[in-house]
T-cell receptor
Framework: DQQVKQNSPSLSVQEGRISILNCDYT??????FLWYKKYPAEGPTFLIS?????DKNEDGRFTVFLNKSAKHLSLHIVPSQPGDSAVYFC??????????FGAGTRLTVKP | NAGVTQTPKFQVLKTGQSMTLQCAQD?????MYWYRQDPGMGLRLIYY???????DKGEVPNGYNVSRLNKREFSLRLESAAPSQTSVYFC???????????FGPGTRLTVL
């Protein structure tokens, strides 16, 4: 059963505009959320995280928003750059080591 | 400082063959993980080791065994490979459990 869902397999945006990637989860025990970026033939690279005690975390061009009541998180990238083109995975974990990942969203940033 | 390294990068097996995927980290991390990535499924945890000397099953452990050889190394063994085990395998490590896992470059395994 997929406890973390990324319902958009792909997203295309213009350079300089905002990219918004969405993620939904079903397990109310999840309290730590992460975003990873993955280029082809490489391992996932950690991007940004947020714990359930916060509703926003910002790091440069990347901001993650958490809506606990809706069990929804989103990653905002602004401004988007061609080098941001990659697959983005959201992940969630609770009080154990079992981190669950979404299926990923392929972001394409067009010059 | 190489981070997390995995060998081999690619492997092709026949059904029923066995092999071991190797993983090593040089970040002095305590926890190590094995994931598999399949199209449309994201990454799924196979096994993890919270600390040297301990291993636990993850979401999809069937058909696999692991060994935490020492603090640096965590291997994944397929005793009798099946086509359903065709996947990309990622090893990861973190300083302690519940910290951010850092991933290796992956091993692409094909079972014919």
């Amino acid at each position: 059963d997929q406890q973390v869902k990324q319902n958009s397999p792909s997203l295309s945006v213009q350079e300089g505009r905002i990219s918004i990637l969405n993620c939904d989860y079903t397990n109310s025990m999840f309290d730590y959320f992460l975003w990873y970026k993955k280029y082809p033939a490489e391992g996932p690279t950690f991007l940004i995280s947020i714990s359930s005690i916060k509703d926003k975390n910002e790091d440069g061009r990347f901001t993650v928003f958490l809506n606990k009541s809706a069990k929804h998180l989103s990653l905002h990238i602004v401004p988007s750059q061609p080098g941001d083109s990659a697959v983005y995975f959201c992940a969630a974990s609770g009080n154990n080591n079992d981190m669950r990942f979404g299926a990923g969203t392929r972001l394409t940033v067009k010059p | 400082n190489a981070g997390v390294t995995q060998t081999p990068k690619f492997q092709v097996l026949k059904t029923g063959q066995s092999m071991t995927l190797q993983c090593a980290q040089d970040m002095n991390h305590n926890s190590m993980y094995w994931y598999r990535q399949d199209p449309g499924m994201g990454l799924r945890l196979i096994y993890y080791s919270a600390s040297e000397g301990t291993t636990d099953k993850g979401e999809v452990p069937n058909g696999y065994n692991v060994s935490r050889l020492n603090k640096r190394e965590f291997s994944l063994r397929l005793e009798s490979a099946a086509p359903s085990q065709t996947s990309v395998y990622f090893c990861a490590s973190s300083f302690v459990d519940r910290e951010v896992p850092y991933f290796g470059p992956g091993t692409r395994l094909t079972v014919l």
